[in-house]
């Protein structure tokens, strides 16, 4: 007996919960990005002075270090939803994918660069 939640490619309710899965996702990263920025822009405003050593200091410390890492992700989470949209199928019938592949790539490769950058600078903290 299969209910209405049925995974059945026939039921055709796989595709509203995917669509349902991907709105809940945009929105969580929304909020999420929201949240961080507010917080990175306030905190940031409240240093003392700019000068490199004071920001390298800050970013070393674990809760400034964890919530920019998580920074990194979101904004790469959310970038992935507007590639998603910005390549779709009916804009680039034949080379969307190759583009979705191709922005997801460089993606990836900005996201890694900036969690491992952020985790150099907090582990080496104590070298001046």
């Given amino acids: 007996m ?3 939640y049925s ?11 995917d669509s349902h899965r ?5 929105k969580l990263t929304a909020a999420a990005n929201l949240l961080l920025y507010v917080w990175l822009i306030v905190s940031f405003l409240e240093l003392p002075v700019y000068d490199f050593n004071v920001i390298r200091r800050w970013v070393a410390q674990t809760i400034v270090a964890l919530p920019m890492i998580f920074l990194a992700i979101s904004t ?3 970038a992935c939803s507007f590639v998603d949209k910005l390549f779709s199928e009916e ?5 969307g994918l ?3 592949i191709a922005a997801y790539f460089y993606m990836i490769i900005f996201a ?3 969690v ?11 070298i001046s």
């Fill in 91 to 95: 804009r680039f019938p034949k080379a």
């Fill in 2 to 4: 299969m209910n209405s």
């Fill in 112 to 114: 890694a660069i900036a």
């Fill in 22 to 26: 991907t709105d809940f996702y945009k």
């Fill in 76 to 78: 790469y989470g959310y």
């Fill in 7 to 17: 995974d059945s490619p026939l039921s055709g309710n796989h595709r509203y919960r």
């Fill in 98 to 100: 190759y583009f979705q």
């Fill in 116 to 126: 491992f950058s952020i985790l150099k600078i907090a582990f080496h903290s104590g």
